[in-house]
C-alpha cells in the first residue's frame, strides 16, 4: 500500500483521570483528553467516563497533579551539563575544599587535557578569597584549567592555560592573582571552551536536556552568544533537541545586528531571537554590573559592554527585521542604558512596532522605578531568576556587601514589574543557579525582600505561559482545549493558593474560590517530585508507575 491510498490514522488519545488537572478552563477538573501533540479536552471524573472506551491508554493518576511542563527561560545547557557531569565547585564550603575538589578531578581526568570547571563563590568561603595562581597550579598538577564563577563573569585560571592565550595579559580584566573579568575571562573561556569536543559538547547538553525533564521542565531558552558559548553549539543543541525525545529548545544568540544581514545571520542559526546574552554590563558578584554609584566594596561602578547608541541600533535593526532583541542587563546603569536605546529604537521606527515583538531584558535585577514603568511601556519583557534572591540576597547576602543594604534591597522587585504590568519569564541561568522550577516558585513567593513577594500563582504563570509569551506564542503554557500537549504529572500534598497575604491563603483553601489550586512551598515543607513528563504528547520522563 503506497503513502498516499493508506488509511488515515486519527491521533493517539491519551485519557489521564482521578487526579487534579491545574487548568484555568475548569478550576475543579480531574481529567483531561490528550489526542496526538493537543490537548482536546479537560473535565470532571463523570464526563471522563464517556471518553474512555475509547481512550487509547488511560493514566491513572491516583490522586496526582497534573500541571502545564515548565519553562525555564534563560539557561546555558552545554555548561549545565558540563556541571552536571564534571568538576562542580558548588559543594565547596571553603577554600581548601575547593581545592582538593580540583585535585580529585585532575587527579581522574584523562592526562594532558584541559580542566574545566564551574560554580566557586569565594563570597560563601570563610576565607573570603579567591586561591592564588600558585595554589591553583598546584592543585591542577601544572594543567590548563579554566574555573568560571558561579555567575560565570569571571574566572579562574592556571598558568598553563594563560601561556595557551598569547597577549591576554594586555586585556582589559586581567589580573595577575586574582579572577579573570571582561575581554580577558571572554578570551580565557574562548580558548578553554575550544577544547570541548563535538562529543563531549552532545554528552553534556544531553545531561542538561535530561535533569530538565527530570523536573517537568518542557522548554528551554538557551541563551548563547559570541562572548558564552559558540555557533556551533547552539546549533548542536538545537540538532539534538530535534533528533531526540525531550524539552524543546528555543535558542538565542547574543550577537549585535546592524541590518538584513546580521539578522538573516541569527535566523540561519536556528535562533528565534538576537539577544539572550547580549551583555550590557557584567554581574554583582564579579563587580561588573554598571551601576550609577559605586560599589560600596569598592571604588568603581563595574562595566559598560554596549553604549546607547548601540543599544538603539541594535532594537532598529531588529525590529525593521521582524525579529526580536534582547540584552543582559543587571545594574541601574546598563538598564536604563536599555530603556534609553529601546526609546530611541521606536523614535526612530515606531513604538508600536517595537512593542509588538516583545525585545527582552534577562536579568534586571538593579531596576528603578521608572525604569520599570518604562518596561510596560515599551513592552519589554523581564525575563529574571528569583533564585538569584534565594543565593544571594537578605541583609547578609553578596548584594548588600557588593551594594549596601538599601540599594540590595530594591534588587529583583517581582512585585513591583507585575503591578505595572511588565510580563515575567522566570528561568535559572543554570548553571548559575540549578533547575529548580518550585525552588525558582519558592523563591519569588518568599522573596528576602518581603515587599518583592508574589503570589505563587502568579510566579506559576510567570514560569508556564511567561516563558512561551516571551517567545511570541500566546497558545502554550497552559492545559486548556487546543493547547500544546506539554504537561508534567506531580506526587506532592495538599493544594493551597498561596500569596504574601494570609487572609488570601486561608480563603483558598475553601471550595468556593474557584481558584485552582498549587502546591504548598513554603519554605521547608517539601517540593513536589515529577513522575512523568510530556511533550508535544510525547513522554519524554517517566516514573509513574514506580
Known amino acids: 500500500m503506497t503513502e498516499s491510498t493508506a488509511p488515515h490514522r486519527p491521533p493517539r488519545t491519551v485519557l489521564l483521570r482521578r487526579g487534579e488537572v491545574h487548568s484555568p478552563a475548569d478550576p475543579f477538573a480531574t481529567a483531561m483528553a490528550v489526542q496526538g501533540d493537543r490537548i482536546a479536552w479537560i473535565g470532571s471524573e463523570s464526563a471522563a467516563d464517556s471518553l474512555a472506551a475509547t481512550a487509547d491508554e488511560i493514566v491513572d493518576l491516583d490522586g496526582a497533579l497534573v500541571t502545564p511542563a515548565f519553562t525555564d527561560a534563560h539557561t546555558h545547557a552545554t555548561a549545565t551539563g558540563l556541571a552536571l557531569t564534571g568538576l562542580d565547585l558548588a559543594p565547596a564550603a571553603d577554600l581548601p575544599a575547593a581545592l582538593a575538589l580540583i585535585r580529585a578531578h585532575a587527579a581522574a581526568a584523562p592526562p594532558g587535557g584541559m580542566l574545566l570547571g564551574h560554580g566557586w563563590d569565594a563570597t560563601r568561603w570563610p576565607e573570603r578569597r579567591t586561591p592564588t595562581r600558585a595554589e591553583l597550579d598546584e592543585a591542577a598538577g601544572g594543567r590548563p584549567l579554566y574555573l568560571s564563577r558561579v555567575d560565570v563573569h569571571s574566572a579562574l585560571v592556571t598558568t598553563a592555560l594563560l601561556d595557551r592565550v598569547p597577549g591576554i595579559t594586555t586585556l582589559r580584566g586581567y589580573a595577575p592573582e586574582g579572577p579573570l573579568t571582561t575581554d580577558a575571562h571572554h578570551a580565557a573561556r574562548r580558548a578553554a571552551h ?68 546580521e539578522a538573516e545571520a541569527v535566523r540561519e542559526l536556528g535562533a528565534v531571537g538576537a539577544g539572550g546574552d547580549l551583555f550590557v554590563d557584567g554581574s554583582l558578584g564579579s563587580h561588573t554590573a554598571h551601576l550609577h554609584a559605586p560599589y560600596a566594596d569598592a571604588d568603581h561602578t563595574g562595566a559598560e559592554h554596549l553604549t546607547v547608541d548601540e543599544v538603539a541600533a541594535h532594537v532598529a535593526a531588529c525590529t525593521e527585521a521582524g525579529l526580536q532583541a534582547g540584552f543582559h542587563a543587571i545594574g541601574d546603569a546598563a538598564i536604563d542604558g536599555v530603556v534609553a536605546g529601546v526609546r530611541a529604537a521606536a523614535e526612530r521606527v515606531g513604538l508600536d512596532r517595537v512593542r509588538a515583538l516583545r525585545h527582552r531584558v534577562e536579568h534586571a535585577e538593579l531596576i528603578t522605578e521608572q525604569a520599570v514603568e518604562d518596561f510596560a511601556e515599551l513592552a519589554l519583557t523581564a525575563s529574571v531568576q528569583p533564585a538569584f534572591d534565594a543565593a544571594w540576597g537578605g541583609p547578609d547576602g553578596m548584594y548588600a556587601r557588593r551594594l549596601g543594604a538599601e540599594r540590595a534591597a530594591a534588587l529583583n522587585p517581582f512585585a513591583a514589574l507585575l503591578r505595572a504590568g511588565v510580563p515575567l519569564a522566570f528561568g535559572s541561568d543554570a548553571p548559575v543557579t540549578p533547575l529548580d522550577p518550585w525552588g525558582t516558585l519558592r523563591a519569588a513567593a518568599f522573596h528576602r525582600t518581603e515587599r518583592h513577594r508574589i503570589s505563587v500563582r502568579a510566579g506559576f504563570a510567570a514560569h508556564t505561559r511567561g516563558g512561551w509569551r516571551a517567545v511570541g506564542r500566546d497558545d502554550a503554557g497552559v492545559l486548556a482545549p487546543g493547547a500544546p500537549a506539554d504537561y508534567a504529572i506531580w506526587r506532592t500534598g495538599e493544594l493551597i493558593v498561596q500569596a504574601p497575604d494570609s487572609r488570601i491563603v486561608r480563603w483558598s483553601t475553601d471550595p468556593r474560590s474557584g481558584t485552582p489550586g498549587l502546591p504548598d512551598l513554603t519554605p521547608g515543607s517539601p517540593l513536589p517530585e515529577c513522575l512523568r513528563t510530556v511533550v508535544a504528547g510525547r513522554t519524554v520522563y517517566d516514573r509513574l508507575n514506580e
Not at 552532545?202 to 522548554?219: E, F, V, Y
Request: aromatic letters at 4%; glycine letters at 14%.
Open 194 to 261: 575550544a577544547t570541548v569536543t563535538a562529543e563531549q559538547r552532545t554528552a553534556a547538553q544531553r545531561a542538561a536536556l535530561r535533569r530538565a525533564a527530570a523536573l517537568g521542565i518542557g522548554s528551554l531558552h538557551e541563551c548563547g552568544g559570541p562572548d558564552i558559548s559558540s555557533e556551533d553549539d547552539l546549533t548542536g543543541l538545537l540538532a539534538l533537541a530535534d533528533a531526540e525525545p525531550g524539552p524543546r529548545v528555543f535558542g538565542y544568540w547574543g550577537a549585535l545586528v546592524t541590518g538584513v544581514k
